[in-house]
């Protein structure tokens, strides 16, 4: 069993920042890759951020220079610093993991998991 819980999210003013974290704990023997996705009302959800297992990071057009995701490997946790934000950033936010359980699993079929979001509200 794999657990993800987030928290950082809430109201901030156009401009503003905020920082979300995700940590992950459970049955985990290796962390693929970590990731922040946002689903407006109405909208897809949408990839924000990503970074693999050698920290190469991946990032939606919109959120480049004002976004950066980070994670720390050996407390299995990923944090997104969002700067400058703006109200079309408004949305949930999910964490999401990919992992492996124990050695035996198929490198290319790693376990998915997601958070249960939270809210970021970008109004004045």
């Known amino acids: 069993q794999v657990h993800l819980v987030e928290s950082g999210g809430g109201l901030v003013q156009p401009g503003g920042a905020l920082r979300l974290s995700c940590a992950a704990s459970?049955?985990?023997?290796?962390?693929?890759?970590m990731a922040w996705y946002r689903q407006a009302p109405g909208k897809r959800r949408e990839l924000v951020a990503q970074?693999?297992?050698?920290?190469?990071?991946d990032y939606l057009d919109s959120v480049k220079g004002r976004f950066t995701i980070s994670r720390d490997v050996a407390k299995n946790t990923v944090d997104l610093q969002m700067n400058s934000l703006k109200p079309e950033d408004t949305a949930v936010y999910y964490c999401?993991?990919?992992?492996?359980?124990?050695?035996?699993?198929?490198?290319?079929?790693?376990?998915?998991?997601w958070g249960q979001g939270t809210q970021v509200t970008v109004s004045s």
């Open positions: 459970g049955t985990i023997y290796s962390i693929n890759s």
């Open positions: 999401n993991v990919r992992l492996y359980k124990d050695e035996t699993q198929d490198w290319y079929r790693p376990s998915n998991y």
């Open positions: 970074i693999n297992s050698v920290h190469t990071t």
